[in-house]
């Protein structure tokens, strides 16, 4: 029965390349027979430096990597650039070949959505504000294709990037919220040599905006580095979005102290907390974030 799906699914080097949920399942089940711990690294393609070393820690902590390659429509919004989303599953293939990922998860929407589909997974409160206060109905389907994508590939691990950190929490409370038994493991932000964080978006930077956008680092770490040491949150949030105008030539969308679990505003930085941004410049929207830590001596709430 396995060998049969293994010779029915299209076979890239040594990355094997699964389409339909059957085809992962009977894989990774015969991977779970033989004693074999399995991480899933969820991705939308276009893989770059920062899914390869998702892929590497993957790597460190189990001896099975699945690597799903999926543009999830459910996450785009209207006017957002589902269309226009960068794709190139040849190099996607090539890379994780490369890495000797085991297995491609590769499947069609009609795979994903059937027709008639009419399941949302929803986590409420986290995703209200930053990003999910522009883009309404994302978070509910990122975490409907997650939720998807582990109940199909029921992984030991899955890895994501602290990139995208408001993701990152809403998966981790629903992952724990719907007792889903996967350990959520999160990477620091891989960035290019003068900051910038890597993502696929970036390809779409011209030239001036590339240079204009390794504001968002460099503000995110001085505002940081001042919170830390004591300055008015609300006061440093203002200057902060000055300097994010200014130096991006943007429209920043906001620029956040967020307690770093509960993403709650904070007034007051006296638990861990994480600085967050988004910037939209010309087509192409950016996000960042940082983590901040109180001052020392500081009083945790609880
Ligand atoms: O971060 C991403 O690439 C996507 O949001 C994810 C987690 C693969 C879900 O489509």
Redesign the pocket.
Known sequence: MLEDAVAASPQIGETEVAETVSALRLRVDGWRQAGHSVALV???GFLHRAHMTLIEVARRHCQRVVV?I?V?PK?FGEGEDFALYPRDEADDLAQLRAAGVELAFMPSVGEMYPPGFAATVSISGLTDGLCGASRPGHFDG?ST??TKLFLQCRPDIAV?GEK?YQ?LQTVRRMTRDLDIPVEIVAVPTVREPDGLAISSRNVYLDADQRRRATTIYRVLGDIGARLTEGASVADETARGLAMLREGTAGEVEYLELRDAASLEPIARLVDPARLLTAVQMGATRLIDNRPVDPPAGATPRS
Do not use: L
Request: charged share 10%; aromatic share 16%; glycine share 0%.
């Open positions: 969820p991705t939308m799903s999926f999830n996450q990122v294709v997650v994501f995208d993701q």
